[in-house]
């Protein structure tokens, strides 16, 4: 069944519902998909559209969202999910009026709005015959053509007069950059004579804000022998900026390190929360000049 036909269907159900008689509905202009969206909502005990269910809809997921607009002062956006679910959203600005970044609107059922802002969720075979809602514009941009760039919106919504609600939030944009990771270890560290544990250091920069674990090894060679210690922290990492880190390596063994060349190896860790993975990147066979620390700081 299309999208267009089932929305057709639940418009004149809701209609037949309310007793007033078929009413036709315009179709809506022609739909793009979206490159990467998310529809989230639930409702209270009682709500109609939801049921008192939960929903979360993600293009990430496979997922397709679609979504028109008409001369910035309405955007439709339909849902198609891979459970078979399909929800329709129309956001209307009052007659006259663009939709408008940080406005909170308060709207009757679209399209039967007349003068006044317009809203309506309805789909599953659900629609209100009468509605009240309110509706913040927390980002919207056009083109030059007016389709829609990005649109991010809050939403609560009452069938027939009741106290029941459905709440959600609806965002379209460009897909949200993948998480990828630059640790580096600095090619200079120091020493303590008086414990014989290594300080090395180094930067890492992240696609996304998230908390970074760094875990390796040091590894040097002292009088004929292998001298290793565990190296392992967590760096907050922000987009835009390299952060530095310092960490203090203990010898695993009795033996202690040594000024002199050392090798390292370091992997860089963390969670891509918007493609729901982990990530890693890996550096090794770094050589670190150790160099006796400082009389002032030679125990750490």
């Not at 559209?49 to 496979?62: A, F, M, P, R």
Request: charge should be negative.
């Amino acid at each position: 069944m299309s999208s267009l036909l089932r929305r057709s269907m639940v418009a004149a159900l809701a209609t037949v519902v309310s007793g007033v008689g078929l009413v036709a509905v315009a179709a809506p202009a022609a739909a793009a998909p979206v490159e990467y969206g998310t529809l989230t909502f639930s409702g209270d005990p009682g709500d109609y559209i939801s049921g008192g269910n939960s929903y979360e809809y993600d293009t990430l997921d496979g997922d397709a969202l679609n979504v028109s607009s008409d001369a910035r002062a309405l955007v439709s956006i339909s849902v198609d999910s891979t459970t078979g679910d399909w929800w329709y959203l129309d956001f209307a600005a009052p007659n006259g009026q663009q939709l408008t970044s940080g406005a909170t609107y308060t709207a009757t059922r679209y399209p039967f709005n007349g003068t006044g802002a317009g809203f309506d969720l309805s789909g599953n075979g659900r629609g209100c015959n009468t509605l009240t809602a309110t509706f913040t514009v927390i980002e919207a941009t056009f083109d030059a053509s007016d389709e829609v760039e990005s649109f991010h919106a809050s939403f609560e919504q009452h069938c027939e007069g009741g106290p029941a609600a459905a709440r959600g939030e609806v965002h379209i944009g460009p897909a949200p950059t993948p998480l990828e990771l630059k640790p580096t270890i600095a090619s200079q560290g120091t020493v303590s004579p008086v414990s014989g544990r290594a300080r090395v250091n180094g930067e890492v920069s992240c696609t996304q804000p998230v908390t970074v674990a760094l875990a390796g090894d040091l590894s040097q060679v002292v009088a004929g022998r292998i001298v290793r210690g565990p190296l392992s922290l967590s760096v907050s990492c922000t987009p835009g900026a390299t952060v530095p880190w310092t960490t203090i390596v203990t010898p695993s063994g009795s033996r202690p390190f040594a000024a002199g060349r050392a090798e390292a190896a370091l992997t860089a860790t963390a969670y891509d929360l918007a493609y729901d993975r982990e990530v890693s990147t890996s550096v090794a066979d770094i050589t670190v000049l150790i160099e006796n620390s400082p009389p002032s700081a030679a125990s750490f």
